[in-house]
T-cell receptor
Framework: NAGVTQTPKFQVLKTGQSMTLQCAQD?????MSWYRQDPGMGLRLIHY???????DQGEVPNGYNVSRSTTEDFPLRLLSAAPSQTSVYFC???????????FGDGTRLSIL | QQPVQSPQAVILREGEDAVINCSSS?????VHWYRQKHGEAPVFLMI?????EQKGHDKISASFNEKKQQSSLYLTASQLSYSGTYFC???????????FGTGTRLTVIP
C-alpha cells in the first residue's frame, strides 16, 4: 500500500543550488502533478503530466522543470533555488480526469 | 482563477453542523473537496461534476450549483475527527488540473 511516495521529506538548500524532488506512484495512474503549498495560499499547481512523455505547465511553473519517462515516476527539478521557493511540495496522482487525486506526504523545502 | 472559500475559519462544538462554501468566477467542469490535517497530506473527500449533483459520504455531503459556479460542503453532527483545513479545488476543463481555494480551518471542540 505505498501509494504516492515522495523523497526527501525535508531538505535545506542554499540559494543557487539545484536539486530534484522525487515522486513515485505504484497505482498505475496516468495523471500526475506537483503542487506547492504556502501559508495562506492553498495549493498551487506547478506542472502536470497526463502520461509518460507528456508534461505541461500549471499555474506557477517558473523555476521548475519536470520529466515523465515512466508511468511511475515524476521528478521535479529546481534549477537554481531561490528563497521564494521555500514551501511544502506535494506530488499527486490520479487515474484520469474527474477522479480523486492521491497526494504524497510532501517535501518540506527551505532555501536559505 | 482561484476559487473563494468562506468562511476562513469556524469553531464548532461536537454535534454541531457547518457549511463551507466555494465560489468561482469561471465556468467549472467539476469541484473537488479535500481535508488536510496539520502536517499531513490532503485527503480526498468527494468530487461534484457539472450537472448540479449532490453527493454524500457518511455525515459529510456536498452540492454543486452549476449556474452559480458554487459548491457547498455540509458537515452534520460534527465529530472531533472532522477538525482540519478543508479545501475546494476547481477544474475548469475536465483535465484534472485544479485551482485550490485558500482553505477553511475547521476546529471541533468537545
Amino acid at each position: 500500500n505505498a501509494g504516492v511516495t515522495q523523497t526527501p521529506k525535508f531538505q535545506v538548500l542554499k540559494t543557487g543550488q539545484s536539486m530534484t524532488l522525487q515522486c513515485a506512484q505504484d497505482m498505475n495512474h496516468e495523471y500526475m502533478s506537483w503542487y506547492r503549498q504556502d501559508p495562506g495560499m492553498g495549493l498551487r499547481l506547478i506542472h502536470y503530466s497526463v502520461g509518460a512523455g507528456i508534461t505541461d505547465q500549471g499555474e506557477v511553473p517558473n523555476g521548475y522543470n519536470v520529466s515523465r519517462s515512466t508511468t511511475e515516476d515524476f521528478p521535479l527539478r529546481l534549477l537554481s533555488a531561490a528563497p521564494s521557493q521555500t514551501s511544502v511540495y506535494f506530488c499527486a496522482s490520479g487515474p484520469y480526469s474527474n477522479q480523486p487525486q492521491h497526494f504524497g506526504d510532501g517535501t518540506r523545502l527551505s532555501i536559505l | 482563477q482561484q476559487p473563494v472559500q468562506s468562511p476562513q475559519a469556524v469553531i464548532l462544538r461536537e454535534g454541531e453542523d457547518a457549511v463551507i462554501n466555494c465560489s468561482s468566477s469561471k465556468a467549472l467542469y467539476s469541484v473537488h473537496w479535500y481535508r488536510q490535517k496539520h502536517g499531513e497530506a490532503p485527503v480526498f473527500l468527494m468530487i461534484l461534476l457539472k450537472g448540479g449533483e449532490q453527493k454524500g459520504h457518511d455525515k459529510i455531503s456536498a452540492s454543486f450549483n452549476e449556474k452559480k459556479q458554487q459548491s457547498s460542503l455540509y458537515l452534520t453532527a460534527s465529530q472531533l475527527s472532522y477538525s482540519g483545513t478543508y479545501f475546494c479545488g476547481t477544474d475548469q476543463t475536465g483535465a484534472n488540473n485544479l485551482f485550490f481555494g485558500t482553505g477553511t480551518r475547521l476546529t471541533v471542540i468537545p
